[in-house]
């Protein structure tokens, strides 16, 4: 299976969850937030189409404590390669946080079953913040789920 990409940023990020993580950006984005900081992921036909097995690979040789938080763009846009992608990072001992606008009844059972971390809500500009860990407005939470 395959599934369209933004960028991977490997073994950098303190703020997108608990611990030195590796960022990996899916492309396509259904929800288009006023002040969004990623809009070059909005549309999913400008993304990388890469194979799951492979990108799978690559992040076990080059992610170097196993923590990786999935954010995009709407990674549920792609739920289908979403799950395929968790599952098999879940399999190798990840610690993963999936970063979505939507709510958390929106996100499959399956995914919050192989998740550790959860951050809900759509960035809302108005209530930008720059204390509350982990989140880019206060209406947004971050959640441990496992």
Not at 15 to 43: A, E, Y
Not at 95 to 103: E, F, K, R, V
Request: proline fraction near 3%; include cysteine; charge should be neutral.
């Amino acid at each position: 299976m395959f599934m369209r990409i933004n960028s991977i940023r490997y073994n950098n990020s303190v703020v997108d969850g608990p611990g030195i993580r590796t960022v990996f950006f899916m492309q396509g984005c259904d929800l288009h937030c006023k002040g969004c900081q990623n809009r070059s992921t909005w549309d999913i036909e400008k993304g990388k189409k890469v194979d799951i097995d492979e990108l799978v690979n690559e992040l076990n040789k080059k992610v170097f404590n196993k923590k990786i938080t999935i954010s995009g763009g709407e990674p549920l846009m792609q739920k289908e390669a979403l799950i395929e992608f968790v599952t098999k990072l879940n399999d190798l001992g990840f610690d993963i946080a999936l970063y979505t606008g939507h709510q958390k009844e929106d996100v499959p059972s399956i995914l919050l079953d192989k998740v550790k971390y959860l951050k809900t809500g759509n960035f809302i500009q108005e209530l930008k913040t720059t204390v509350k860990p982990f989140v880019g407005s206060e209406n947004q939470v971050f959640e441990e789920v496992k």
